[in-house]
């Protein structure tokens, strides 16, 4: 099988995951990168951002037409995030390859946890500025140290931290992703990663129309299933990552 269509099959997967569960897609994008296309961790943690961007912000459209999304709180929630996300996002490209490999597999493994538990973030009822700064601090420096949205933080956070309803919740949560990447990969500009556009192209084409089709196949697989599904996938990677950062 050749690499571009295995680029058309990964960025398919990711895209139903993002379209699916709103969660957990683009943390399949790095190590797809790595281990079907042969990027370098640098290279796939930079390639990520792009790609989790333009399919953030697809997605974004989509959740503000149906008017759910809360720019106020996702706007505070990103500002918390962008120092870190910038700093991060330098720090990275200075990380051995190993390190930042396992780094990224301890994540995947709270992400698929996260997913078998299937437990639904409740609010506390107020908003609390200091635990949103510290929330926002936190995703940004996760989104650019390993390339990734982190939608699967940044939802429960929402609930928690600003008192945003679930049904707001993953649209604002794409508007912090989104802003948080953009820095990240603006901080990267100026370290030399080559990127392989000619995969990552259709691996974005189809993680676009991917997201559609996953919007759909929500709507017939109860959600419950997904995330057993997705959650043990991202457990399978993880111990694939950890096993090979060690060897």
């Known amino acids: 099988m050749t690499a571009f269509v295995l680029a058309l099959l990964a960025g398919a997967l990711v895209g139903l995951a993002l379209g699916s569960l709103g969660a957990g897609g683009s943390i399949l994008t790095v190590p797809a990168l790595i281990y079907l296309l042969g990027f370098s961790p640098a290279e796939a943690t930079t390639a990520s951002l792009i790609i989790v961007i333009v399919t953030s912000l697809t997605a ?6 149906a008017g759910a999304v809360r720019w106020g709180a996702g706007l505070l929630f990103a500002a918390a995030g962008l120092l870190p996300a910038a700093a991060a996002g330098l720090l990275s490209a200075h990380i051995p390859a190993a390190v930042l490999t396992l780094a990224f597999a301890a994540l995947a493994v709270l992400a698929g946890l996260r997913m078998l538990r299937r437990r639904t973030p409740s609010a506390n009822g107020t908003a609390s500025a200091p635990r949103a700064a510290g929330a926002g ?30 049904s707001a919740a993953v649209g604002t949560s794409l508007l912090v992703i989104i802003a948080n990447a953009l820095v990240a990969l603006a901080a990267r500009a100026s370290t030399e990663v080559s990127l392989d556009w000619a995969l990552i192209m259709p691996f974005l084409a189809t993680a676009v129309l991917g997201a559609w089709d996953g919007k ?11 995330q057993r599904v997705f959650g043990t996938l991202l457990l399978t990677v993880a111990a694939v990552m950890a096993t090979g950062a060690l060897l």
């Not at 974004?60 to 037409?65: D, E, I, P, W, Y």
């Not at 996760?142 to 309803?165: D, N, S």
């Not at 759909?216 to 997904?226: D, E, F, M, T, Y």
């Open 137 to 166: 601090a936190a995703l940004g420096a996760v989104t650019g140290f390993l390339g990734v949205g982190g939608g699967f933080l940044a939802v429960p956070a929402l609930v928690a931290a600003l008192a945003v309803p679930m």
């Open 60 to 65: 974004l459209v989509a959740h503000a037409r």
């Open 216 to 226: 759909r196949l929500s709507a017939k697989v109860q959600p419950a299933i997904l």
